[in-house]
């Protein structure tokens, strides 16, 4: 296992952990989109990993979406994460 899997994995465990992961869309900033970001490379999507939800991320999150027949919002709600961490 490379450093940016295990950083994804322990990214992945503590947001599987936490209470309620967080509503992201266009605009956010922080932990939380940079863990998104790593999850979506991780699915295919060469986007960088900046903690910034800017029009790369919210594309990569609609193609995401489309591709596993969510609603295709570019937000990233519960649904968007549980297919996301599966």
Same mark, same amino acid.
């Given at each position: $296992?490379? +450093?940016?899997?295990? +950083?994804?994995?322990?990214?992945? $465990?503590?947001?599987?952990?936490?209470?309620?992961?967080?509503?992201?869309?266009?605009?956010?900033?922080?932990?939380? %989109?940079? %863990?998104?970001?790593?999850?979506?490379?991780?699915?295919?999507?060469?986007?960088?990993?900046?903690?910034?939800?800017?029009?790369?991320?919210?594309? +990569? %999150? /609609?193609?995401?979406?489309?591709?596993?027949?969510?609603?295709?919002?570019?937000? %990233?709600?519960?649904?968007?994460?549980?297919?996301?961490? /599966?």
């Amino acid at each position: $296992m490379d +450093a940016e899997t295990s +950083a994804n994995d322990i990214s992945t $465990m503590q947001l599987q952990a936490s209470s309620s992961l967080p509503t992201l869309r266009f605009g956010d900033f922080g932990q939380s %989109v940079r %863990v998104l970001q790593r999850l979506l490379r991780t699915n295919g999507y060469p986007i960088s990993i900046d903690g910034s939800f800017g029009a790369l991320t919210e594309s +990569a %999150v /609609r193609a995401f979406q489309s591709r596993r027949g969510l609603a295709v919002d570019g937000i %990233v709600g519960t649904r968007t994460w549980n297919e996301l961490t /599966r």
